[in-house]
């Protein structure tokens, strides 16, 4: 066992590290490790046996949440890093977990923060590219529709993007679905999987509940099923609400984030069949000229797999797709815009 003594600086903190007998090393960073998602993301990310290091990142506060998380008894190594030390907060990572940027205030919408996170999200994007350019890079800032393209082409214009690589976070969705049908079916949430595709905003979450078992609790184009469909499409909006001006979800993201981190550390160590909806570069809308679109996706060692058609729809959820697709189109071109005007 090899340990390190704990080192200090105004820009970096390193709390025990400790190398373990398991096989793989997986290193994750965290940029915005500060923030209301990020600190409890990375609780939960000291909390997973498969994540060996942690290196957290904010321009604000990281080094204070590594030194409180480094103190939970697993046994990753936990290094925080302050404004200056992005490059060196990305040395050696694999993953990179990216929930910096504001979030909404009641009354906005996710493309509301387009102005400030686009920036943001294509600096990250950019220091990835230099420092980590083989990296896995999980989106979670907002509006992902428009920041999972924004980071493709900055991965672009360096020469280093691999779309297998590339991941924006729908996971929430997804938990959120699986909780309020459950709610009505009466199942076990965790049991209760349902299929979240499209985007990540609005009219652009299309929940497939024909295709979960315990979907037939509800018929289909009914106004229960009607009310469901809005619940899943706004339950972002539910939780603005009710923090009244203090930001957006933040625990259940952390939650959702880890659970798909988890899935991907789980894939990227060999483990097969391990599916889950997230916003990739996809050939399912290309011909309509969207070049993103979350789907099913089955995660393999060098990331994506396969990449699931939607299967059958019902004509309700037909509409929803149809609903979704011209503004899921607006919010990726207005990502590349953005991209091609910097
Ligand atoms: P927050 O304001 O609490 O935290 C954001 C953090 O990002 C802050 O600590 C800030 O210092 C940091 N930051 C800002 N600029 C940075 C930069 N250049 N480099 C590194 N860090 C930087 O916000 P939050 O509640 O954690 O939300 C973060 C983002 O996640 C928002 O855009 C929000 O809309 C989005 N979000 C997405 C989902 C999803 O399902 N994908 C869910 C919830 C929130
Ligand atoms: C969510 O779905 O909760 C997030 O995208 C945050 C938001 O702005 O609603």
């Not at 090899?2 to 090393?25: M, W």
């Not at 199942?187 to 009219?203: A, E, L, Q, R, Y």
């Not at 603005?240 to 894939?267: E, I, P, Q």
């Amino acid at each position: 066992m090899l340990s390190r003594v704990a080192l200090r600086s105004t820009s970096r903190l390193t709390t025990r590290a400790f190398s373990t007998t398991q096989a793989r090393h997986t290193k994750v960073a965290v940029l915005g490790a500060g923030g209301g998602i990020g600190q409890p993301l990375s609780l939960l990310l000291k909390s997973d046996p498969l994540v060996t290091s942690l290196s957290l990142y904010d321009i604000r506060g990281a080094p204070g949440v590594a030194a409180d998380v480094g103190h939970v008894d697993t046994g990753s190594e936990v290094v925080g890093y302050a404004a200056d030390g992005l490059d060196a907060a990305l040395d050696g990572v694999e993953v990179v977990v990216i929930p910096a940027g504001v979030p909404r205030k009641p009354g906005m919408t996710r493309d509301d923060l387009f102005k400030t996170n686009a920036s943001i999200v294509c600096d990250l994007a950019k220091a990835v590219a230099k420092n980590a350019p083989k990296a896995h890079i999980l989106v979670i800032s907002n509006p992902v529709n428009s920041t999972v393209p924004i980071v493709a082409r900055t991965l672009q214009q360096a020469g280093v993007y691999d779309p297998a690589k590339l991941f924006g976070i729908t996971t929430l969705d997804v938990v959120r679905a699986s909780r309020f049908l459950a709610g009505i079916a009466n199942t076990d949430p965790i049991k209760t999987s349902v299929t979240v595709v499209g985007g990540h905003s609005g009219v652009t979450i299309v929940p497939l509940i024909s295709q979960s078992p315990a979907g037939n609790a509800v018929k289909l184009g009914s106004e229960e099923w009607k009310a469901l469909v809005h619940r899943i499409q706004y339950g972002g909006d539910e939780v603005v609400k009710a923090k009244d001006g203090a930001g957006s979800a933040t625990l259940s993201m952390a939650y959702a984030a880890a659970k798909f981190a988890n899935k991907l550390l789980r894939a990227l160590k060999g483990e097969t069949g391990v599916v889950t909806p997230t916003f990739v570069e996809s050939p399912l809308f290309k011909k309509e000229g969207i070049d993103f679109f979350a789907s099913n996706v089955e995660l393999g060692p060098n990331g994506v797999a396969k990449i699931h058609e939607l299967g059958k729809l019902s004509p309700e959820e037909q509409e929803l797709v149809n609903a979704a697709l011209p503004e899921l189109k607006k919010n990726i071109e207005k990502g590349y815009e953005f991209v091609a005007s910097n």
